[in-house]
């Protein structure tokens, strides 16, 4: 079934369609959930009310742009709303499932490197995180990521060039990060 058939089908409340969605869809979109969300309970409840969304305004998909980032918007929304709502767990969290980004012509040390970074990511403020991430990640702009958090964009900016300044201090000053 094409992606636009899936679409369809979801929109006159095909419950098998439905499924489908969320089975092409769920693995990629806990990930995204993840990196802002530590507990994987959180996350699972933070994805099934994505969900539910997502097939709840199905209709207000416009078929002129890609799907995926239709609904991976909604996730990052419903994740950052769950973050707002529970201000004393307010710590994000990036992890990437590194296994299925590697291609054939990638190697284990590049796999590690990758790993080495996403633990970096880990020691960052939850500010700085949450602003790198939304923009070197997720490729949203400042404007985006100030509305979004309620922010200014100089603090988007200037949160983002702190970020990447103790990214750099941390590469600089831990050893067992740094990259050959």
């Given at each position: ?120 990511l880990d020691h960052l ?56």
């Amino acid at each position: 079934m094409t992606e636009q058939e899936l679409i369809q089908a979801c929109k006159l409340g095909n419950r098998r369609a439905q499924r489908n969605m969320y089975e092409r869809y769920a693995a990629k979109m806990f990930g995204v959930c993840r990196r802002y969300i530590k507990n994987e309970a959180d996350v699972e409840e933070v994805l099934l009310t994505g969900f539910y969304k997502v097939f709840s305004k199905l209709e207000q998909f416009q078929e002129r742009g890609n799907f995926e980032a239709w609904i991976r918007r909604i996730m990052v929304n419903e994740s950052l709303m769950f973050l707002r709502k529970n201000k004393k767990d307010r710590y994000l969290y990036v992890e990437v499932d590194t296994q299925s980004h590697l291609t054939d012509h990638q190697t284990a040390d590049q796999k590690v490197a990758a790993d080495d970074i996403l633990s970096l990511l880990d020691h960052l403020p939850p500010g700085y995180r949450s602003i790198f991430n939304l923009y070197a990640i997720e490729g949203y702009k400042h404007r985006e990521i100030a509305e979004m958090l309620g922010i200014s964009i100089n603090t988007s900016k200037s949160q983002l060039i702190k970020a990447r300044k103790m990214l750099q201090k941390l590469l600089l000053t831990n050893s067992e990060y740094k990259l050959a």
